[in-house]
């Protein structure tokens, strides 16, 4: 089967979209540029990767050690050792959701544990520390994870191994668009298919990993984005934002002082999966999505609930959902046009985009539900020199119901008098073929729904 | 909303219920041997916990009766706790008139929250703990203490709620609105691999910060020479904390009531067991 395109992320005037572990990019006008393959997904692994998981349980019980052992009994990892001896590699822990600093310069990387890690985007090529020199390195077999220090940065460096030049930055040369956001995408997709394969290239060729503990919930993350508020007269205070499945959002200030928490945004009932910061001026104010039946709006910055906007009841109106009783939100986006600001909110399985005006007294309105031919998986804007928005939509063809479903999963969708105009972005490279079954891979896509707690009471 | 939240009311109705027992006057103090349970609750898994969405939907009028403010006031935000499906009126939580102000963290069967009690009247103190039976023994010991002391009006500043402080402190209690945490002889999971269950870390110290008001004093109390030394080191490398000389450690009178109070205290006094205690203080946050 072919792998549908699951992200989309659009830079400048480049589009990047994931399949698998394939990244397209293409032109504003949605022509393919070129195509980066993951190293190391070869198809023997890719229809093991959902099972080759090693953490796959919500309740993390995991080893205290930054680093997981995974047992790697397969010989792609070329260390001379018997194929039948099992090999135990190092990797990070999986992230769950990725943001960069403001700067650009730093990826916070918040895994299913519950820590936010910071890792340079462009690593140094050297072993020994970053950060505070004061700071013992610890040995690589020391349990660091929750007995590292925040804000004293006890930096973790895996040791590399032969002289394979660091992971991110040979990655950052394949591509042909040098931006630093790419490889925010690039980090993206891992999270998602590939996995197996990104275990054996961190085990195979080790690279310089450097990361320091910025802060932790007990919860497992859902998502982490970076809020910048102005100061009058005086330097922007930059803060992270992290939201977790027990339904806390989690004002903290950024580094160097990520050990002080600001606040918190409460209110959600059930889990936390979608925050996103609105444009257009109003970094204060935080959309924050999940498996409650509303979108919340915040003020983060004093922890407020401003307003709520209903996402359930409008589930119910999209054809064949009328049983919908819960909604799982796996997209909250948000952009500005023609001086307003619209936010597009994607739901889990359900198959139409759900467009929301945000207001300028900050209340969020449901305009209109842009039906799709089959379940949409990301969404973004594509900055086109044109003035009405066009949005990039990927889809997963395989739940389209009808044949004129099936065919490109990507969908530009461009705003007319008449409404939403929806094309297939035809001019797509050919790849994605894995042999995986369909309930595999829907396991993998459609994984929002399961963060729900299921021991709700009687 | 709709189903969770029903099944949510019902809780809630459960709790009440509890609680209108609570005042009925039972003054026989529990025993311990009918709320026995397993040592050990994972901290990281779901349970079956209660807890508000946020603190201003906290409804405390029922673990502090008698600090209930008479007229109850509007809720900004419906609290779910306190409503019915069919309560379509407008919301109302019980006002009280303090806000609690000591916690202690996996407080077991509660011999700290009984001693301080009366050393602090007009303080109000809760006990918080994971395991449920043990909360209910600690709630009906309360029960009965403060039916037997009615005339003095003891033990009414205390109370104990089944928590998770390891997730849910911040839907309890609001940024500084404590001014002690009491944290004594907490499961030592000795086991590395069980470190990241320890109470005490150095990401979960920002969170014992942050209800933490500045100035306030945590105070830690175990047994275990390598979970002294785990707790100090993670505290010590907090920048948000630092540590309470010996000397005034000494004066303080909580100190004192920490050390020969609480139940795993008694038992480590009967074994000859050593004591190691360390207050750390909550410094103001840095400016930006
Ligand atoms: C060894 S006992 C000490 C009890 C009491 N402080 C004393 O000194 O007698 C530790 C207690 O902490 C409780 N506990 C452990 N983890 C907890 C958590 N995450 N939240 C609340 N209580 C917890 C345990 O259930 C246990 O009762």
């Known amino acids: ?458 | 909303m709709g189903g969770d939240k029903i099944k949510k009311d019902k809780r809630q109705k459960r709790e009440e219920y509890r609680a209108a027992i609570r005042q009925e006057g039972v003054s026989e103090l529990p025993r311990k041997k009918f709320y026995r349970q397993r040592a050990h609750a994972n901290p990281f898994s779901d349970h079956q916990l209660i807890y508000p969405p946020s603190p201003d939907q906290m409804d405390w009028s029922s673990l502090f009766p008698h600090y209930v403010v008479d007229e109850p006031q509007d809720q900004q935000t419906p609290a779910p706790e306190t409503s019915t499906s069919q309560d379509l009126a407008p919301l109302k939580v019980k006002r009280i008139s303090k806000d609690v102000e000591v916690a202690d963290i996996g407080c077991g069967f509660g011999g700290l929250l009984i001693a301080l009690a009366p050393t602090m009247p007009d303080t109000l103190i809760l006990g918080l703990e994971i395991r449920v039976s043990v909360t209910h023994f600690v709630e009906d010991r309360i029960k009965a203490l403060r039916a037997q002391n009615d005339e003095a009006k003891l033990y009414r500043n205390v109370g104990v709620l089944r928590a998770n402080t390891m997730k849910f402190l911040p839907n309890f209690f609001r940024k500084g609105q404590l001014s002690k945490i009491f944290i004594c002889f907490p499961d030592p999971h000795f086991k590395a691999r069980k470190h990241k269950q320890r109470i005490v870390s150095t990401t979960l110290n920002s969170e014992y910060a942050y209800v933490l008001r500045p100035g306030g004093i945590v105070y830690t109390i175990t047994d275990v020479p390598n979970l002294h030394e785990w707790m100090v080191q993670h505290f010590d490398a907090h920048p948000s904390f630092e540590r309470v000389p010996e000397e005034e450690q000494e004066a303080d009178p909580c100190v004192a009531i920490m050390r020969t109070e609480t139940e795993e205290g008694k038992k480590v006094e009967r074994h000859k067991g050593e004591k190691h205690v360390a207050l750390f203080r909550r410094l103001e946050d840095p400016a930006w």
Request: charged share 20%; aromatic share 6%.
């Open chain 1, 1 to 458: 089967m072919t792998l549908p395109y699951h992200l989309v992320k659009v830079c400048g005037s480049i589009v990047f979209a994931a399949q698998g572990g394939d990244i397209h990019s293409f032109s504003s006008a949605l022509q393919h540029i070129s195509t980066w393959k993951y190293p190391a997904v070869q198809q023997a692994d890719e229809s093991k990767a959902p099972s080759a998981e090693t953490e796959e349980s919500p309740a993390p019980e995991g080893p205290p050690a930054k680093r997981r052992k995974v047992e790697n009994g397969k010989d792609s990892v070329s260390n001379g050792q018997p194929k039948s001896k099992k090999n135990a590699q190092a990797m990070p822990k999986r992230p769950c959701a990725l943001a960069l600093t403001s700067d650009n310069n730093t990826i916070l990387s918040a895994d299913k544990f519950g820590d936010v890690y910071a890792l340079p985007l462009l690593p140094t090529t050297t072993t020994t520390t970053t950060g505070s020199e004061s700071a013992p390195s610890p040995l690589p077999s020391q349990p660091q994870s929750r007995s590292a220090t925040p804000s004293t940065p006890t930096t973790t460096t895996t040791p590399a191994a032969g002289q394979t030049p660091p992971l991110f930055k040979s990655q950052a040369n394949e591509l042909t668009v040098h931006t630093k956001r790419n490889l925010r995408a690039l980090e993206n997709q891992k999270i998602s298919l590939g996995r197996r394969a990104l275990a054996e290239q961190l085990g195979a060729n080790r690279p310089q990993f450097e990361s320091t503990l910025l802060l932790g919930h007990v919860s497992m993350l859902t998502a982490i984005c970076v809020g910048t508020v102005s100061v009058a007269g005086g330097k922007p205070r930059e803060y992270i934002l992290t939201a977790d499945r027990d339904e806390h959002i989690r004002v903290s200030r950024a580094a160097p002082q990520a050990h002080v928490i600001e606040g918190f945004c409460l209110g959600h009932e059930e889990f936390v999966s979608r925050l996103c910061v609105a444009p257009g001026g109003k970094a204060e104010v935080l959309i924050s999505g999940g498996g409650d039946d509303d979108l919340f709006v915040w003020d983060w910055v004093k922890g407020e609930v401003l307003g709520r906007a209903a996402v359930l009841e409008h589930v119910k109106g999209v054809a064949g959902q009328e049983e919908a009783s819960k909604v799982a939100v796996t997209r909250v986006f948000a952009c500005t046009w023609e001086g307003r600001t619209g936010v597009f909110v994607v739901v889990e399985r359900v198959p139409a985009l759900f467009h929301y005006d945000f207001l300028e007294d900050n209340t969020l309105q449901h305009r209109e539900t842009i039906p799709l031919p089959a379940n949409p998986l990301d969404v973004d804007l594509v900055e086109a020199a044109v003035a009405a928005p066009r949005l990039l939509v990927a889809v997963d063809t395989a739940t389209s119901t009808s044949t004129e479903g099936r065919g490109s999963s990507l969908i530009a969708l461009e705003k007319g008098e008449a409404g939403w105009r929806q094309s297939r972005v035809e001019d797509l490279p050919a790849g994605g073929d894995i042999t995986m079954s369909t309930t595999e891979l829907q396991k993998i896509l459609y994984s929002t729904e399961s963060l729900r707690k299921l021991s709700d009471f009687d």
